[in-house]
């Protein structure tokens, strides 16, 4: 046994707050509150239904995660969001048609108690968007202020002890880092200016780590990956994280590909392409931010296979990504895939994968672990970039010096050995040879 990490009791309320109160985040919220009252079963939440191996296999020391590590009550979160349509999370549940009436009703009075504060947003950054319950102000700084109101507001109204913001709203346009992204001084001279290169997210996680709270961002935005977010959680002690939920077709490939390259199998070619509607296919049509997500769609292939590596595999192969707005399709994504691999010999071979998927469903215990996880990383004293988190995110953010880690299967093992750590468990590295001496 190491010495563990002194991690502080979950004590009190934690106080969840969500900029987007739309399918993502109206499908994490009911599903706990429906679980809360035994309706409901948390499916693909690591946090509440799976495990993790302590010691040799001989030991027998299998707790579920939740039992292990000191994470928060299901009973003691507290949700509030931004939204700048006025719905309530109710109504908003109701549009989105996720989750079916019977599940919706025995919930009902709790959802509509959930109104949506006044959104920042901007329609030059999601284009295909509008509504009318924004904020305004006479720059980007002092919307900041006003956000940071809110989060001072929601945490002594509702008597909470801790918080944790989780972006759950749309993808804006492709953004490049930026001169003014360099260091907090020029960020926040920036937003007193108004400067392009400040998203509507940046003024979102600039007020929650300012707050003290962490940040996970669940869009393929720029948001915290910039040289200034960074430094300013560890100015503020704060854990980051991020980026874009890992769903449905990535997620796919994040475990197809692994076992591709584990069995040295070539690829010629990989065509993705996606169906969806929703509020998240709406945005997706518009190219620019079609550009931001297909900039994290297209990265996992060429990390996990490592071109450069292995050129004779994957020197060449030809990457393709589509996403098609289809409103009948709703949030039930169809995400179709056409790999052209080839073996033994060269002789070519082929794997066609049809997911048909409901993203929010997907994505609505991804939103559970990562408010836990995060606050479980601030209670630990952790601060900066979570990478032991990447098994969350399409793009996982890393240190500069890195690469992101894609393979799902390490992704596990990292997380779980950071769990170890926190607790003072030896990390199991699978060698096994102790068990043959």
């Not at 109206?26 to 309706?39: D, E, P």
């Not at 001072?152 to 909470?160: A, G, P, Q, T, V």
């Not at 392409?273 to 997500?293: A, C, Q």
Request: neutral net charge; charged residues 25%; hydrophobic residues 40%.
């Amino acid at each position: 046994m190491k010495d563990k990490i002194e991690i502080k009791k979950p004590q009190g309320k934690l106080g969840v707050m969500i900029p987007g109160l739309g399918a993502v985040a109206t499908t994490f919220i009911a599903g706990v509150l429906l679980i809360r009252k035994g309706l409901g079963r948390p499916f693909g939440s690591l946090t509440q239904m799976g495990t993790i191996r302590l010691g040799k296999r001989t030991e027998k020391r299998v707790p579920k995660i939740k039992d292990f590590v000191e994470l928060a009550e299901l009973d003691d979160l507290v949700f509030t969001g931004w939204d700048i349509f006025p719905d309530n999370a109710y109504e908003a549940a109701v549009k989105a048609g996720v989750l079916r009436k019977e599940h919706l009703d025995p919930i009902k009075e709790e959802l509509e108690k959930i109104k949506p504060l006044p959104a920042v947003f901007d329609n030059n950054y999601v284009k295909k968007l509008d509504g009318p319950n924004k904020k305004s102000g006479a720059n980007k700084y002092e919307l900041a202020l006003q956000l940071m109101d809110d989060i001072k507001r929601f945490k002594e109204e509702n008597s909470l002890d801790r918080l944790v913001m989780i972006w759950c709203a749309s993808t804006e346009v492709f953004m490049k880092p930026d001169p003014v992204h360099q260091t907090v001084e020029s960020l926040e001279k920036a937003m007193k200016e108004n400067h392009p290169a400040i998203a509507p997210s940046m003024i979102y996680a600039y007020a929650a780590i300012k707050s003290g709270v962490p940040f996970i961002n669940g869009a393929p935005n720029l948001t915290v990956d910039i040289p200034a977010m960074i430094e300013l959680a560890k100015q503020h002690n704060v854990p980051i994280a991020g980026k874009d939920f890992k769903t449905g077709q990535t997620l796919m490939k994040t475990i197809i590909a692994p076992g591709l390259k584990a069995r040295l199998l070539g690829l010629h070619g990989w065509f993705s392409t996606n169906i969806l509607g929703n509020r998240d296919g709406e945005v997706l049509d518009d190219p620019e931010s079609f550009k931001t997500k297909e900039e994290s769609k297209l990265g996992s292939l060429e990390y996990i296979l490592q071109p450069e590596v292995y050129p004779e595999l994957y020197g060449k192969f030809y990457h393709k990504v589509r996403i098609n707005y289809y409103p009948p399709r709703g949030d039930n994504k169809e995400g179709w895939d056409n790999i052209d691999i080839f073996g033994w010999l060269g002789y070519p071979m082929q794997i066609k994968i049809d997911f048909l998927c409901r993203d929010s469903i997907l994505a609505a215990p991804i939103v559970l672990d990562l408010v836990l996880f995060m606050d479980l990383a601030q209670r630990a004293g952790f601060r900066g970039i979570q990478e032991w988190l990447s098994f969350y995110f399409k793009t996982p953010m890393c240190a500069p010096e890195l690469y992101p880690e894609h393979d799902l299967f390490i992704q596990l093992m990292k997380l779980k050995n950071t769990l170890r750590y926190m607790k003072g468990e030896e990390l199991i590295t699978h060698l096994g040879l102790e068990y043959y001496d």
